[in-house]
């Protein structure tokens, strides 16, 4: 399965605290994790939706 958590993740301690909470329980029930992530320029590309919008080169890879 593929994640794609919002990028301020590294910032917002909600954000991660949920990423690794699901990444964690779907590793539990066997699913191989993965998660796609990119660089945003701004706040307002934090969201893949708006990755996508702006063209943002995604990477997808695997989560430990």
Do not use: H, Q
């Not at 593929?2 to 909600?14: E, L, P, Q, R």
């Not at 954000?15 to 964690?24: E, G, I, Y």
């Not at 590793?27 to 994790?33: A, C, D, N, R």
Request: hydrophobic share 45%; no cysteine; aromatic share 4%.
């Amino acid at each position: 399965m593929v994640i794609a958590y919002d990028m301020d993740y590294k910032s917002n301690k909600t954000v991660a605290t949920a990423k690794r909470m699901l990444a964690a329980e779907l590793s539990k029930m066997g699913i191989t994790v993965r998660e796609t992530v990119w660089e945003a320029r701004s706040k307002e590309e934090k969201g893949i939706d708006n990755a996508l919008v702006a063209r943002l080169e995604l990477t997808t890879i695997l989560t430990t």
